[in-house]
């Protein structure tokens, strides 16, 4: 346990970062290395060799005995190979030694991980390729460097690689922007990212007997329990003491590896849970992310717990999401989405708010499918979770100073105003200028906007591409209108090109209530596109535009692009190939094992009271008898159409095609067979049940 009194000392304990490369490095190293973290630049050999022999060093102090390339492949987990310190000496001893070569580079097999075409089975070599900007850290007594995957073509198969791409995208539009509005001293702008972490935690004994947890990482079968989160009283409430216990020991093993977790409390839904960490940069808040949820299940087993990170495990309770905090800052410190004291004369908040709105606007599709998976798709657009509908809230301040915009007047800053609750004992503060809306897919919150839509188990990589890109290019279009201008000329420019802007884009904004089906009428009226599962998304990917957009800023390959196409609708028919599987064997042994047990006592427990007792008798038991036989029926329908229809899509060839039949008909038959086996699940006491029911897994953790 750490001494909180020694909290700031053991905090990134066991990273290689900042504050140790300072303290160990030769000066003239030390420069070299933030010289390529902060510019970008090569790093040559003799400087590797030398931070290898350091990192070498520190490792070995902290008990390390193995290094590994840790990269995020393009599976959305992360990958490793453990080598040790240790080479052979001719005298039958070992040396400890680790060089600059094995520090920025590594051999991983590239033909096993998913290329989409880009690789083929005998095509096996791929590098991995050190991330000096992410710092290396000690976990399971391994030094862990954060790497890139490419293939021996260069092509790009991770998630890492583009999205340093997009970010370097974002900074040189950025920077020429600033450059032009007169802050010359701006060398760099990076994308800061805040990802807030939904989960639920349930008995480890529970999940064990749990095949569909086991297998797919959600319930696929389960009568809702008696009670859910119709009371409201697990947000916020007070977390129960095992829960804190579980909690205490994430934040520490998290501290230690540099990751900012700051705050912790209980959500929604009943054993739901969300850690939230302080922002930092994208690529790092990334890796921070990734880490965290590997963790969170690390720890979780310690404490006779598991931890569920798929977007939807429990039907008719809210699912988890990861809120994605995204902002854009200055080598200089100025946070460029923070409005000021006057947003209305804040031309360079104005111009990067521009640039997002239009950005979310015109690559809505695949900002959707950045964040589509077969999981998240059971969550968005189900009134828990934002919709499936992209749309922008501003808040009322951002609303009239978008109006000035429009109407070429001068906005009136309202000022702060204070928030008395009637009470004199009560302290005054500052009211926001404007409410949150948890409706809203993209919200702005203060200083930064709020992608509300990433689900819970996946890499915010994608979505953070896709943003930074879309952003990268609608700063280019609108710096190419302003180009050449300076002085008045150029800030009258400035108000024509943002009111244009404005007058193309601001159908995406929606203040209102965005689970309401008017709001999916009004959507549909203002031509945004509403797109409710992956393969409704997936041609766009392919699309002209997108191709076009992720080319011209280098951040994916034509071939990059496909490839992921080809991979996310092959991941997507076999997640839900997985689930109809796993729940036909659900259904046909574990369900049908206790309700034919249950009929079987039952039926005798009717005979040998109608045999006991004279005239009518047994209504309650022919009744519950009766509604399991009407149940079994239509389950054995239900199963033989799943069966079915998952043997024809077992035989399709095309990605497209087979994706769309598992959407539409698999998990329809899905849906059907789960309707009547709940119904049944319902009546049967849990002593006949060989897996725990909603009741038991929900509302057990103490």
Request: net charge negative; aromatic share 8%; hydrophobic share 35%.
């Amino acid at each position: 346990m750490i001494d909180a009194s020694k909290l700031t000392t053991e905090f990134g304990s066991l990273v290689f970062n900042d504050k140790i490369m300072k303290e160990r490095l030769p000066k003239d190293i030390y420069k070299a290395v933030h010289k390529t973290i902060e510019k970008g630049t090569h790093l040559e050999l003799d400087v590797a060799n030398c931070v290898a022999a350091t990192m070498k060093e520190w490792a070995i102090e902290n008990g390390a005995t193995h290094f590994t390339h840790w990269f995020q492949p393009m599976t959305g987990l992360t990958a490793e190979k453990h080598d040790s310190f240790i080479s052979p000496t001719e005298d039958g001893k070992v040396i400890m030694e680790f060089s600059g070569k094995e520090l920025v580079k590594g051999e991983p097999d590239a033909s096993s991980f998913p290329s989409g075409g880009l690789r083929a089975t005998f095509e096996a070599r791929g590098y991995t390729a050190w991330d000096p900007s992410s710092p290396a850290f000690i976990k399971d007594g391994s030094l862990y460097i954060p790497t890139a995957f490419c293939s021996y073509g260069g092509e790009a198969l991770d998630k890492k690689t583009p999205l340093l791409r997009s970010m370097e995208a974002l900074s040189n539009e950025a920077t020429k922007m600033l450059h032009l509005l007169g802050y010359e001293d701006v060398n760099r702008v990076n994308t800061t990212i805040g990802s807030e972490q939904e989960y639920f935690l349930i008995d480890k004994d529970f999940y064990k007997k749990r095949k569909d947890l086991l297998f797919t990482g959600r319930t696929l079968i389960g009568a809702p329990a008696s009670k859910g989160q119709e009371m409201e009283d697990h947000y916020f409430g007070v977390i129960k003491p095992k829960v804190s216990a579980y909690m205490h020991d994430l934040d520490e093993e998290l501290w230690k590896l540099g990751i900012p977790a700051k705050t912790k409390h209980n959500e929604v839904a009943p054993s739901q849970h969300e850690l939230a960490p302080v922002f930092e940069t994208a690529n790092i808040a990334v890796d921070h992310n990734q880490l965290t949820m590997e963790v969170m299940k690390k720890v979780a087993d310690k404490h006779n717990y598991a931890c569920l990170l798929h977007e939807k495990p429990f039907e008719g309770i809210n699912g988890s999401g990861k809120h994605n905090n995204w902002s854009i800052c200055t080598d200089t410190g100025m946070n460029l989405l923070d409005p000021g004291k006057n947003p209305g004369e804040n031309t360079p908040f104005l111009v990067f708010l521009m640039a997002v709105i239009a950005a979310v606007d015109e690559y809505a599709p695949i900002l959707r499918l950045s964040v589509a998976s077969a999981g998240n798709d059971h969550r968005l657009g189900g009134n828990e979770a934002p919709p499936a509908i992209i749309s922008i809230f501003v808040g009322d301040e951002l609303a009239e100073v978008l109006k000035a915009v429009e109407a070429g007047s001068t906005y009136q800053a309202a000022g702060k105003s204070q928030m008395t609750m009637g009470a004199t004992v009560l302290p005054h503060f500052t009211k926001d200028n404007t409410d949150r809306n948890r409706t809203s897919p993209f919200a702005f919150t203060g200083n930064k906007f709020e992608f509300r839509m990433p689900g819970s188990a996946v890499s915010v990589a994608n979505a953070n591409i896709v943003l930074n890109t879309a952003v990268a290019e609608e700063v280019a279009k609108l710096y190419a209108k302003l180009e050449g201008l300076s002085g008045d000329a150029l800030a009258a420019k400035i108000k024509e090109v943002l009111k244009e802007t404005l007058l193309e884009h601001k159908r995406v904004l929606f203040n209102g209530n965005g689970y309401t089906d008017e709001w999916v009428e009004e959507a549909e009226k203002r031509g945004l596109p509403n797109l409710k599962s992956l393969p409704d998304c997936m041609p766009y990917w392919i699309s002209d535009e997108s191709i076009e957009l992720f080319t011209k800023h280098h951040i994916f390959t034509k071939e990059e692009i496909h490839s992921r196409y080809e991979i996310l609708l092959e991941n997507y028919s076999k997640s839900i190939h997985i689930e109809s599987l796993t729940m036909q064997e659900m259904v046909r042994k574990d369900l049908t094992e206790g309700l034919v047990a249950y009929q079987k006592d039952l039926s005798k427990e009717i005979v040998q009271k109608k045999s006991l007792l004279d005239g009518a008798c047994c209504e309650l038991e022919l009744g519950v008898l009766k509604s399991l036989d009407e149940s079994s029926a239509e389950m054995c329908k239900a199963l033989t159409k799943l069966y079915e229809d998952t043997k024809k899509a077992e035989g399709m060839t095309e990605n497209l095609e087979t994706a769309a039949y598992y959407q539409s008909t698999v998990l329809a038959d899905m849906d059907e067979l789960r309707k009547y086996a709940d119904k049944a699940e319902a009546l049967i006491p849990e002593k006949y049940l060989s897996y725990p029911t909603y009741g038991e897994m929900l509302f057990s953790l103490r």
